[in-house]
């Protein structure tokens, strides 16, 4: 089971001290019995007069930070260490009834899941649609996974991968037509599409890595986003179409929502001229940690603070 420590830097930079308003900060990974965090460490400049943690609807962690005094940046790092067990596709495991598209979610499930099944992009030509059934076999022996497989790896052979670091994501279509896009693109595309063929499936916000050398990963030094879509005897599974990942291998889960939206990394407000913003940047660098540093007996202590500037 892979050790890693994640290390993800923003920074706002401002030409002359603003007010600054409420931040909402979704950095720190989500606890599941595939990633295990070990320790969690949020350090935010200027110091905010009040940081607080609560769960969202999604069962997310949150930090909200609130401030007093004026300040020309803003600087958030979270550091976390994390074990993480890479799930592989030939592990993913398929209820006999679902083994077969199309299939109907059970009873028990479809109140649960029908949110995550609903549109949120209109399509009145059906040019999604139309592109979803491309991967659907016209001899009614498709398989569930194989399907998903196809759709996921198809997105990386054929569209290109271009980042964006403005906000926002393009629509499918318009994905579809450009032939490229972000990993957040990308998984809007895919979640669209999988919905329109009646699959439950939401918007995953977190980070990659590369598991070896041997593996071309893209999107890294960033956050990275992919698609979670529920099969009845997995429960929620990872596709990426960005990189044709199935299974989690290289994937660590911080936000997991409905729309992109809903899992922003960081987003806050600030009051001053319009001219006095100057610029964000991100970075984000994930890698394998010492395991010397984390002794099995300390694997059940969690660490996780907020203190201001760096050495304070």
Not at 77 to 85: G, K, M, P, Q
Not at 224 to 234: E, K, M, N, Q, T
Not at 252 to 275: C, E, H, K, N
């Amino acid at each position: 089971m892979p050790l890693l420590t994640i290390h993800h830097v923003t920074s706002y930079r401002y030409q002359q001290p603003v007010s600054l308003g409420e931040h909402r900060i979704m950095m720190r990974p989500r606890e599941a019995f595939d990633q295990r965090l070990l320790s969690a460490r949020l350090d935010i400049d200027p110091e905010p007069s009040e940081l607080r943690w609560l769960h969202d609807v999604f069962g997310n962690s949150v930090a909200i930070a609130s401030f007093q005094r004026r300040a020309s940046h803003l600087i958030v790092t979270s550091e976390a260490t994390l074990e993480h067990a890479p799930l592989a596709q030939r592990q993913v495991d398929v209820e006999p009834y679902a083994g077969l598209f199309p299939f109907t979610y059970s009873s028990e499930d479809m109140p649960d899941l029908l949110r995550s099944i609903e549109r949120q992009y209109h399509d009145p030509e059906r040019i999604v649609d139309n592109w979803a059934r491309a991967f659907v076999s016209n001899h009614g022996d498709t398989g569930t996974v194989d399907l998903l497989t196809r759709m996921a790896t198809g997105i990386q052979r054929d569209f290109t991968y271009v980042p964006r670091h403005e906000k926002g994501t393009q629509s499918p279509i318009e994905t579809l037509r450009k032939r490229q896009g972000t990993c957040r693109d990308f998984a809007v595309l895919m979640i669209e599409a999988v919905r329109a063929l009646g699959f439950a499936a939401r918007f995953v916000s977190g980070y990659v890595y590369n598991p070896s050398r041997s593996e071309d990963v893209v999107g890294g030094g960033n956050t990275h986003a992919w698609v979670r879509i529920f099969l009845p005897g997995s429960g929620w599974v990872e596709f990426d179409p960005t990189n044709g990942i199935i299974g989690n291998r290289g994937l660590i889960r911080v936000a997991i929502a409905r729309d992109p939206y809903q899992a922003l990394p960081m987003s806050g407000t600030w009051f001053g001229l319009p001219a006095s913003f100057l610029g964000m940047d991100v970075t984000v660098d994930v890698r394998r940690a010492d395991p010397l540093k984390f002794p099995p007996s300390d694997h059940g202590a969690i660490n996780s603070r907020a203190i201001g500037a760096a050495g304070k």
